[in-house]
Protein backbone atom coordinates (compact mmCIF):
# COMPACT_ATOMS: atom_id res chain seq x y z
CA UNK A 1 0.00 0.00 0.00
CA UNK A 2 1.42 3.59 -1.07
CA UNK A 3 1.90 5.98 1.85
CA UNK A 4 1.18 9.54 1.51
CA UNK A 5 2.64 12.18 4.26
CA UNK A 6 0.36 15.29 5.18
CA UNK A 7 1.77 18.18 6.76
CA UNK A 8 -0.93 20.50 8.67
CA UNK A 9 -0.65 23.24 10.92
CA UNK A 10 -3.28 22.14 13.04
CA UNK A 11 -5.06 18.75 13.72
CA UNK A 12 -7.37 17.03 15.88
CA UNK A 13 -8.43 18.61 19.15
CA UNK A 14 -7.73 21.81 17.09
CA UNK A 15 -10.19 21.70 13.89
CA UNK A 16 -11.52 24.05 11.43
CA UNK A 17 -12.79 23.37 8.20
CA UNK A 18 -9.72 22.41 6.54
CA UNK A 19 -8.82 20.33 9.60
CA UNK A 20 -12.97 18.57 9.49
CA UNK A 21 -12.24 18.17 5.76
CA UNK A 22 -8.72 16.37 5.90
CA UNK A 23 -10.55 13.90 8.05
CA UNK A 24 -13.65 13.03 6.39
CA UNK A 25 -11.73 12.51 3.15
CA UNK A 26 -8.68 9.95 4.96
CA UNK A 27 -11.16 8.05 7.15
CA UNK A 28 -13.31 7.11 3.53
CA UNK A 29 -9.76 6.49 1.44
CA UNK A 30 -8.49 3.41 2.08
CA UNK A 31 -6.28 2.70 -0.71
CA UNK A 32 -3.50 4.44 0.63
CA UNK A 33 -2.02 4.87 4.31
CA UNK A 34 -1.55 8.25 5.32
CA UNK A 35 0.77 9.58 8.19
CA UNK A 36 0.50 13.35 9.59
CA UNK A 37 3.76 15.49 10.84
CA UNK A 38 1.88 18.76 12.90
CA UNK A 39 2.60 21.12 15.45
CA UNK A 40 2.04 19.63 19.39
CA UNK A 41 0.72 23.44 20.96
CA UNK A 42 -0.49 21.33 23.91
CA UNK A 43 1.96 19.40 26.09
CA UNK A 44 -0.65 16.93 27.53
CA UNK A 45 -1.07 15.67 24.40
CA UNK A 46 0.71 12.90 22.86
CA UNK A 47 3.25 12.62 20.52
CA UNK A 48 2.12 9.86 18.50
CA UNK A 49 -1.56 8.46 17.91
CA UNK A 50 -3.63 7.22 15.72
CA UNK A 51 -6.72 9.64 14.83
CA UNK A 52 -9.05 8.01 12.34
CA UNK A 53 -6.84 6.78 9.48
CA UNK A 54 -3.65 8.90 10.27
CA UNK A 55 -0.81 7.86 12.04
CA UNK A 56 0.31 11.67 13.41
CA UNK A 57 3.49 12.87 15.16
CA UNK A 58 3.27 16.06 17.07
CA UNK A 59 6.37 17.94 16.97
CA UNK A 60 6.98 20.80 19.07
CA UNK A 61 7.09 22.21 23.36
CA UNK A 62 3.49 22.31 23.73
CA UNK A 63 3.73 26.57 22.87
CA UNK A 64 1.30 27.51 20.01
CA UNK A 65 3.34 30.11 18.17
CA UNK A 66 6.61 28.41 18.97
CA UNK A 67 5.77 24.91 18.09
CA UNK A 68 4.06 26.59 14.81
CA UNK A 69 7.57 28.01 13.74
CA UNK A 70 9.33 24.92 14.86
CA UNK A 71 7.02 23.00 12.53
CA UNK A 72 7.83 25.42 9.71
CA UNK A 73 11.57 25.47 10.39
CA UNK A 74 12.27 22.04 11.56
CA UNK A 75 8.88 19.59 10.56
CA UNK A 76 10.72 18.57 7.17
CA UNK A 77 13.23 16.67 9.72
CA UNK A 78 10.39 14.53 11.04
CA UNK A 79 9.39 13.58 7.87
CA UNK A 80 13.22 12.76 6.24
CA UNK A 81 12.95 11.08 9.62
CA UNK A 82 10.12 8.94 8.86
CA UNK A 83 10.55 8.69 5.08
CA UNK A 84 13.35 6.54 5.66
CA UNK A 85 11.25 3.98 7.40
CA UNK A 86 8.10 4.21 5.41
CA UNK A 87 9.43 5.48 2.31
CA UNK A 88 6.23 7.91 1.28
CA UNK A 89 5.23 7.97 -2.10
CA UNK A 90 3.99 11.35 -2.03
CA UNK A 91 3.65 14.73 0.55
CA UNK A 92 0.39 16.39 0.70
CA UNK A 93 0.25 19.91 2.73
CA UNK A 94 -2.91 21.41 3.62
CA UNK A 95 -3.01 25.08 3.12
CA UNK A 96 0.07 27.09 2.45
CA UNK A 97 0.33 27.91 5.94
CA UNK A 98 3.65 27.38 8.36
CA UNK A 99 2.96 23.41 7.47
CA UNK A 100 3.46 23.99 3.99
CA UNK A 101 6.84 25.67 4.28
CA UNK A 102 8.08 21.96 5.77
CA UNK A 103 6.67 20.44 3.31
CA UNK A 104 8.25 22.52 0.17
CA UNK A 105 11.44 21.53 2.39
CA UNK A 106 10.74 18.19 2.59
CA UNK A 107 9.84 17.54 -0.93
CA UNK A 108 12.68 18.95 -2.35
CA UNK A 109 15.21 17.09 -0.17
CA UNK A 110 13.28 13.78 -1.40
CA UNK A 111 12.13 14.46 -4.66
CA UNK A 112 8.94 13.14 -4.00
CA UNK A 113 5.61 14.67 -5.48
CA UNK A 114 4.11 17.51 -3.52
CA UNK A 115 0.41 18.36 -3.26
CA UNK A 116 -0.90 21.45 -2.40
CA UNK A 117 -4.61 22.06 -1.12
CA UNK A 118 -5.48 25.26 -0.50
CA UNK A 119 -8.42 26.08 1.90
CA UNK A 120 -7.47 29.28 3.40
CA UNK A 121 -10.27 31.81 4.45
CA UNK A 122 -8.25 34.55 5.81
CA UNK A 123 -8.00 37.41 3.40
CA UNK A 124 -4.76 37.07 0.80
CA UNK A 125 -3.96 40.31 1.52
CA UNK A 126 -3.70 39.34 5.33
CA UNK A 127 -1.58 36.48 4.36
CA UNK A 128 0.85 38.06 2.49
CA UNK A 129 1.05 40.68 4.68
CA UNK A 130 2.13 37.72 7.65
CA UNK A 131 4.69 36.28 5.05
CA UNK A 132 6.37 39.55 3.69
CA UNK A 133 9.79 38.36 5.59
CA UNK A 134 9.77 35.00 4.25
CA UNK A 135 8.25 36.08 0.92
CA UNK A 136 10.50 34.52 -1.60
CA UNK A 137 10.17 30.90 0.80
CA UNK A 138 6.96 31.08 0.62
CA UNK A 139 6.45 31.37 -3.37
CA UNK A 140 7.87 28.22 -3.79
CA UNK A 141 5.45 26.42 -1.52
CA UNK A 142 2.70 27.47 -4.90
CA UNK A 143 6.10 27.02 -7.46
CA UNK A 144 7.76 24.00 -6.83
CA UNK A 145 4.57 21.99 -5.83
CA UNK A 146 3.55 19.11 -8.06
CA UNK A 147 -0.41 19.34 -7.94
CA UNK A 148 -2.93 21.74 -6.57
CA UNK A 149 -6.26 21.31 -5.45
CA UNK A 150 -8.40 24.35 -4.16
CA UNK A 151 -11.46 25.06 -2.42
CA UNK A 152 -12.47 27.13 -4.76
CA UNK A 153 -12.50 29.31 -8.50
CA UNK A 154 -11.44 32.48 -6.35
CA UNK A 155 -8.48 30.29 -4.28
CA UNK A 156 -7.03 27.87 -7.29
CA UNK A 157 -6.88 31.70 -9.06
CA UNK A 158 -4.63 32.52 -6.45
CA UNK A 159 -3.07 29.33 -6.86
CA UNK A 160 -2.26 30.50 -9.96
CA UNK A 161 -1.63 33.65 -9.41
CA UNK A 162 1.39 32.95 -7.16
CA UNK A 163 2.98 30.94 -9.73
CA UNK A 164 1.65 27.16 -9.15
CA UNK A 165 2.71 25.73 -13.15
CA UNK A 166 1.97 22.42 -12.67
CA UNK A 167 -0.78 20.27 -15.03
CA UNK A 168 -2.14 18.46 -12.36
CA UNK A 169 -4.97 21.56 -10.65
CA UNK A 170 -8.61 21.19 -9.88
CA UNK A 171 -11.69 22.58 -7.74
CA UNK A 172 -11.88 19.98 -4.68
CA UNK A 173 -14.63 21.94 -2.41
CA UNK A 174 -14.81 20.53 1.72
CA UNK A 175 -18.82 18.70 1.48
CA UNK A 176 -21.24 18.77 3.72
CA UNK A 177 -22.57 15.92 6.10
CA UNK A 178 -25.91 16.02 4.30
CA UNK A 179 -27.74 13.24 6.29
CA UNK A 180 -26.70 14.86 9.77
CA UNK A 181 -28.23 18.71 8.38
CA UNK A 182 -31.21 17.23 6.66
CA UNK A 183 -32.40 14.74 9.23
CA UNK A 184 -35.84 15.91 10.60
CA UNK A 185 -35.91 16.26 14.23
CA UNK A 186 -38.98 16.15 16.58
CA UNK A 187 -41.39 19.01 16.70
CA UNK A 188 -41.17 19.37 20.76
CA UNK A 189 -38.06 19.16 20.41
CA UNK A 190 -37.14 21.93 18.46
CA UNK A 191 -39.48 23.94 19.90
CA UNK A 192 -37.72 23.65 23.25
CA UNK A 193 -34.13 24.86 21.49
CA UNK A 194 -36.30 27.44 20.02
CA UNK A 195 -37.71 28.02 23.50
CA UNK A 196 -34.43 28.53 24.73
CA UNK A 197 -33.06 31.42 22.81
CA UNK A 198 -34.51 33.06 24.84
CA UNK A 199 -36.82 35.64 22.31
CA UNK A 200 -40.01 36.82 22.47
CA UNK A 201 -43.05 34.32 20.95
CA UNK A 202 -43.25 35.30 17.66
CA UNK A 203 -39.71 36.35 16.86
CA UNK A 204 -38.14 35.87 13.10
CA UNK A 205 -34.83 34.20 14.18
CA UNK A 206 -31.92 34.90 11.99
CA UNK A 207 -28.72 32.71 12.93
CA UNK A 208 -25.32 32.26 12.17
CA UNK A 209 -22.68 29.72 12.62
CA UNK A 210 -19.32 31.91 12.61
CA UNK A 211 -16.10 32.37 14.50
CA UNK A 212 -16.27 35.66 15.90
CA UNK A 213 -13.51 37.05 14.05
CA UNK A 214 -13.75 40.41 11.82
CA UNK A 215 -13.62 38.53 8.40
CA UNK A 216 -17.24 36.99 9.47
CA UNK A 217 -18.63 40.38 10.04
CA UNK A 218 -21.17 39.86 12.55
CA UNK A 219 -21.61 42.80 14.20
CA UNK A 220 -22.70 44.16 10.47
CA UNK A 221 -25.69 42.04 11.09
CA UNK A 222 -25.95 43.23 14.82
CA UNK A 223 -25.90 46.75 13.39
CA UNK A 224 -28.31 45.81 10.99
CA UNK A 225 -31.01 45.05 13.71
CA UNK A 226 -32.18 48.51 14.14
CA UNK A 227 -33.73 48.52 10.00
CA UNK A 228 -35.71 45.13 11.34
CA UNK A 229 -38.72 45.04 12.99
CA UNK A 230 -38.04 44.14 16.68
CA UNK A 231 -39.46 41.03 15.89
CA UNK A 232 -36.23 39.79 14.08
CA UNK A 233 -33.74 38.74 16.86
CA UNK A 234 -30.12 37.11 15.97
CA UNK A 235 -28.73 33.71 17.70
CA UNK A 236 -25.37 33.79 17.51
CA UNK A 237 -23.04 30.15 17.48
CA UNK A 238 -19.55 30.16 18.15
CA UNK A 239 -16.93 32.16 20.18
CA UNK A 240 -13.66 34.17 19.14
CA UNK A 241 -11.74 37.56 19.89
CA UNK A 242 -14.57 39.57 19.51
CA UNK A 243 -17.49 38.23 22.05
CA UNK A 244 -16.01 41.06 24.73
CA UNK A 245 -16.59 43.39 21.66
CA UNK A 246 -19.55 42.34 20.07
CA UNK A 247 -21.84 42.21 23.76
CA UNK A 248 -20.71 45.98 23.47
CA UNK A 249 -21.89 46.84 20.51
CA UNK A 250 -25.11 44.96 21.63
CA UNK A 251 -25.20 46.89 24.86
CA UNK A 252 -24.97 50.28 23.03
CA UNK A 253 -27.69 49.71 20.47
CA UNK A 254 -30.03 48.22 23.32
CA UNK A 255 -30.28 44.94 21.68
CA UNK A 256 -29.84 42.64 24.24
CA UNK A 257 -33.79 41.06 24.26
CA UNK A 258 -32.59 40.66 20.66
CA UNK A 259 -29.47 39.27 20.49
CA UNK A 260 -28.31 36.16 22.21
CA UNK A 261 -24.56 34.76 22.18
CA UNK A 262 -25.03 30.95 22.53
CA UNK A 263 -21.59 29.81 22.50
CA UNK A 264 -19.69 27.04 20.74
CA UNK A 265 -22.17 24.59 19.21
CA UNK A 266 -21.06 20.74 18.26
CA UNK A 267 -22.06 19.55 15.18
CA UNK A 268 -24.13 17.45 16.69
CA UNK A 269 -26.54 20.56 18.27
CA UNK A 270 -26.00 22.62 15.19
CA UNK A 271 -28.49 20.90 13.11
CA UNK A 272 -31.34 21.27 15.80
CA UNK A 273 -30.58 25.34 16.30
CA UNK A 274 -30.57 25.82 12.40
CA UNK A 275 -34.35 23.66 12.31
CA UNK A 276 -35.14 26.20 15.10
CA UNK A 277 -34.20 29.21 13.38
CA UNK A 278 -36.21 31.20 10.39
CA UNK A 279 -32.71 32.59 8.26
CA UNK A 280 -29.29 31.98 8.48
CA UNK A 281 -26.33 34.76 7.92
CA UNK A 282 -22.57 35.00 7.42
CA UNK A 283 -21.84 38.30 5.72
CA UNK A 284 -18.38 37.69 5.20
CA UNK A 285 -15.06 40.14 4.26
CA UNK A 286 -13.85 36.92 2.92
CA UNK A 287 -14.18 33.71 2.49
CA UNK A 288 -11.98 30.50 0.97
CA UNK A 289 -15.73 28.40 0.96
CA UNK A 290 -17.81 28.22 4.19
CA UNK A 291 -19.09 24.88 5.17
CA UNK A 292 -21.67 27.06 7.72
CA UNK A 293 -23.32 28.01 4.40
CA UNK A 294 -23.65 24.85 2.64
CA UNK A 295 -24.67 23.22 6.68
CA UNK A 296 -27.77 25.90 6.44
CA UNK A 297 -28.41 25.41 2.80
CA UNK A 298 -29.02 21.65 3.91
CA UNK A 299 -31.11 22.09 6.82
CA UNK A 300 -33.46 23.93 4.73
CA UNK A 301 -32.90 27.13 6.23
CA UNK A 302 -33.03 30.36 3.63
CA UNK A 303 -29.37 31.48 3.82
CA UNK A 304 -27.45 34.94 3.29
CA UNK A 305 -23.87 35.83 2.06
CA UNK A 306 -21.88 38.21 0.23
CA UNK A 307 -20.23 37.34 -3.44
CA UNK A 308 -16.67 37.59 -2.12
CA UNK A 309 -14.36 34.09 -2.23
CA UNK A 310 -15.73 31.33 -2.84
CA UNK A 311 -19.34 32.26 -2.02
CA UNK A 312 -20.57 32.26 -5.77
CA UNK A 313 -19.85 28.91 -6.30
CA UNK A 314 -22.41 27.64 -4.67
CA UNK A 315 -24.98 30.84 -3.75
CA UNK A 316 -26.73 32.30 -6.38
CA UNK A 317 -29.17 35.19 -5.29
CA UNK A 318 -32.66 34.51 -5.21
CA UNK A 319 -31.67 31.12 -6.75
CA UNK A 320 -30.23 28.65 -4.45
CA UNK A 321 -29.60 31.82 -1.30
CA UNK A 322 -29.62 35.32 -0.99
CA UNK A 323 -26.41 38.19 -1.11
CA UNK A 324 -26.33 41.07 0.41
CA UNK A 325 -23.56 43.96 0.21
CA UNK A 326 -20.18 43.82 2.31
CA UNK A 327 -19.93 45.85 5.51
CA UNK A 328 -23.39 47.04 4.87
CA UNK A 329 -25.76 46.58 7.55
CA UNK A 330 -29.09 48.44 6.04
CA UNK A 331 -28.31 46.08 3.16
CA UNK A 332 -28.31 43.05 5.35
CA UNK A 333 -31.68 44.39 6.91
CA UNK A 334 -33.07 44.69 3.43
CA UNK A 335 -31.89 40.78 2.74
CA UNK A 336 -33.58 39.95 5.58
CA UNK A 337 -36.23 41.45 4.78
CA UNK A 338 -36.55 40.00 1.38
CA UNK A 339 -35.96 36.54 3.03
CA UNK A 340 -39.26 37.53 5.79
CA UNK A 341 -41.30 38.14 2.55
CA UNK A 342 -41.01 34.43 0.98
CA UNK A 343 -43.84 32.63 0.18
CA UNK A 344 -43.50 29.06 1.43
CA UNK A 345 -43.49 28.00 -2.38
CA UNK A 346 -40.61 30.19 -3.05
CA UNK A 347 -38.98 29.00 0.06
CA UNK A 348 -38.93 25.41 -1.02
CA UNK A 349 -37.82 26.48 -4.36
CA UNK A 350 -35.15 28.02 -3.41
CA UNK A 351 -34.51 24.72 -0.83
CA UNK A 352 -34.77 22.34 -3.53
CA UNK A 353 -32.12 24.24 -5.71
CA UNK A 354 -29.58 24.33 -2.80
CA UNK A 355 -29.91 21.05 -2.48
CA UNK A 356 -29.37 19.98 -6.11
CA UNK A 357 -25.95 22.05 -6.05
CA UNK A 358 -24.83 20.10 -2.83
CA UNK A 359 -25.72 17.02 -4.26
CA UNK A 360 -24.15 17.25 -7.43
CA UNK A 361 -20.86 19.07 -5.57
CA UNK A 362 -20.49 19.35 -2.30
CA UNK A 363 -21.10 15.49 -0.89
CA UNK A 364 -18.21 13.71 0.34
CA UNK A 365 -18.81 10.90 -2.63
CA UNK A 366 -17.80 13.23 -5.14
CA UNK A 367 -15.09 14.94 -2.96
CA UNK A 368 -13.15 11.45 -2.41
CA UNK A 369 -13.82 10.51 -6.03
CA UNK A 370 -11.89 13.52 -7.00
CA UNK A 371 -9.16 12.90 -3.86
CA UNK A 372 -8.19 9.85 -5.05
CA UNK A 373 -7.88 10.92 -8.87
CA UNK A 374 -5.14 13.12 -7.80
CA UNK A 375 -3.36 10.22 -5.27
CA UNK A 376 -3.43 8.06 -7.94
CA UNK A 377 -2.11 10.44 -10.70
CA UNK A 378 0.22 12.21 -8.38
CA UNK A 379 1.67 8.81 -7.40
CA UNK A 380 2.39 7.32 -9.99
Not at 23 to 40: C, G, N, P, Q
Not at 89 to 115: C, D, E, R
Not at 350 to 359: E, G, K, L, S
Request: glycine residues 8%.
Amino acid sequence: MKKILIYSTAYFPFVGGAEVAMKEITDRVESYEFHMVTALMDRTLPRKEKVGNVMVYRVGIGHPMADKLMLALRGHKKGLQLHKKLQFSAVWSLMASYNGFAAQTFAKKTGIPHLLTLQEGDPIEYILHKVRFVRSWFNKIFTEATALTALSTYLLNWGLDMGFKGTLKEIVPNGADVARFTKIHPADEIRAIRDSFGFAPGAFVVMTASRLVVKNAVEDVIRALPFLPEHVCFAVCGSGELLSHLEGVVEELGLEQRVNFLGNKSHEELPKIMQASDCSIRPSITEGLGCSFLESMAAGLPTIGTMVGGIPDFLEDGVTGFACEVQNPKSIADTIMRVMDLSELEKKTIQRNAMAVINDRYNWTYIVKRMNHFFKEICA
